[in-house]
């Protein structure tokens, strides 16, 4: 599968979960059950996403395109800001109201970030970049996700060496906190797997 094509998949699914999360009841009771998993699920997924594209896509943007470091330096500012909401919410719960402020501020800020890169990004990096190459990058894409954090880690630099080698134990003690905590059965199933 193609570099785009990956990348659009984990955009689809992440997309239902800010529609589904959108103006999400900051009420008592029934309704934190199903708002707390929901958001795990999208801790979870971006948190994956944005580790990957911070490893292998940017990378590759950089090197394709004149205008790539610019391009590539203010999608990272952007993911980062997201990192930081998706903490204050992985410390948070529902019904605290930095928890539903944060959720709200990432849903805007996703939706932003997303059509940010589809809309100015993609176009021109599918057109630099070539068939071969993004099939290449694609399945380095893929193989990246398996082995990805399932957590934020919003302190971790954006930089392609550390993500590398931190990004491993980071991901490795992400899924044993996982385990432990029941967490990874809220696991969303991978969009690239159906």
Do not use: C
């Not at 948190?47 to 940017?58: G, K, M, P, R, V």
Request: proline share 7%.
């Amino acid at each position: 599968m193609d570099a785009l094509t990956f990348l659009r998949q984990d955009h689809t699914s992440v997309l239902g979960m800010l529609d589904a999360l959108d103006g999400a009841p900051t009420g008592s009771g029934a309704d934190f059950s199903g708002l707390q998993t929901m958001v795990t699920n999208l801790v979870i997924a971006e948190s994956q996403h944005e580790a990957i594209e911070q490893q292998l896509f940017w990378p590759a943007v950089r090197e394709a395109l004149v205008d790539g470091d610019e391009l590539a330096d203010h999608a990272i500012e952007e993911e980062q800001e997201g990192k930081k909401l998706l903490q204050r919410l992985e410390d948070g719960k529902p019904g605290d109201a930095d928890y539903h402020e944060a959720l709200q501020e990432f849903v805007k800020a996703g939706r932003h970030h997303i059509a940010y890169e589809q809309d100015v990004v993609w176009p021109r990096f599918e057109a630099a970049a070539g068939r071969e190459r993004l099939e290449t990058l694609g399945r380095k894409l893929e193989q990246a996700k398996k082995m990805a954090p399932t957590r934020p880690h919003p302190d971790t630099p954006p930089n392609p060496a550390v993500l590398k080698t931190m990004g491993v134990g980071a991901a490795l003690a992400d899924k044993i906190r996982d385990e432990l905590t029941g967490r990874a059965e809220k696991n969303p199933p991978d969009p690239h797997t159906h």
